[in-house]
């Protein structure tokens, strides 16, 4: 079975350019997460989606950061204008109900100089 | 939001050491998830652990949860090198949508 499968797995960009990661989650899994990790901060939830609609975005640090989940299959993360403090590790995940264990991508390695 | 915090933080040992990592709260969670994530990789599951005292074993991985469910603990006898990650728990909040909610994780690091 496929997992959750994530790209770029690496980006690195001059800030004030627009970022997009996408993330593709596991069929028939109706759940999406974002999260971002650092070492300072450790694993933040950024915002969940629940059967394509954002449920909770209230981790989206600022404005700049945007998510979408157009159909089932795919969702993107876009960061505009990106700065170098956005530097991180975006994780994506899903899950088949929300106390159920999350399947993780392995991630996009994000560097904004 | 219920917060989880794990002790230590870092933990360097060599090969064939017993070690605990522990994850603390003040609140009560309806069931608790530990996962261990390898550099480059994302987070994945080990055990769940559903019920007051439970303790469950994963080959030299000791998992117990705490009887009040607000706390619990990961035991590995004997570490290997391939033991090495980040050892993450994680919290499901009944009052909250049955959110998860992660601990800030331990580094274990272990030397051959």
């Known amino acids: 079975d496929a997992g959750v499968i994530q790209s770029p797995r690496h980006e690195v960009t001059e800030m004030g350019q627009e970022v997009t990661l996408r993330c593709k989650p596991i069929?028939?899994?109706?759940?999406l997460f974002w999260y971002r990790q650092t070492m300072m901060r450790g694993l933040e939830l950024l915002i969940y989606f629940n059967n394509n609609v954002p449920i909770d975005d209230s981790g989206m640090p600022e404005d700049r950061f945007s998510a979408k989940m157009p159909n089932a299959s795919f969702s993107t993360l876009k960061i505009q204008p990106s700065e170098p403090r956005d530097s991180a590790v975006y994780f994506c995940a899903s899950s088949l109900v929300p106390n159920q264990p999350q399947h993780f991508g392995d991630g996009t390695r994000l560097s904004i100089l | 939001t219920q917060l989880l915090e794990q002790s230590p933080q870092f933990l360097s040992i060599q090969e064939g050491e017993n070690l605990t990592v522990y994850c603390n709260s003040s609140s009560v969670f309806s069931s608790l998830q530990w996962y261990r994530q390898e550099p480059g990789e994302g987070p994945v599951l080990l055990v769940t652990?559903?019920?007051?005292?439970e303790v469950k074993k994963l080959k030299r991985l000791t998992f117990q949860f705490g009887d009040a469910r607000k706390d619990s603990s990961l035991h590995i006898t004997a570490a290997q090198p391939g033991d090495t990650g980040l050892y993450l728990c994680a919290g499901v909040d009944g009052n909250a949508g049955n959110m998860l909610t992660f601990g800030g994780g331990t580094r274990l690091m272990v030397k051959p």
């Open positions: 069929s028939g899994h109706d759940y």
């Open positions: 652990v559903v019920t007051g005292g």
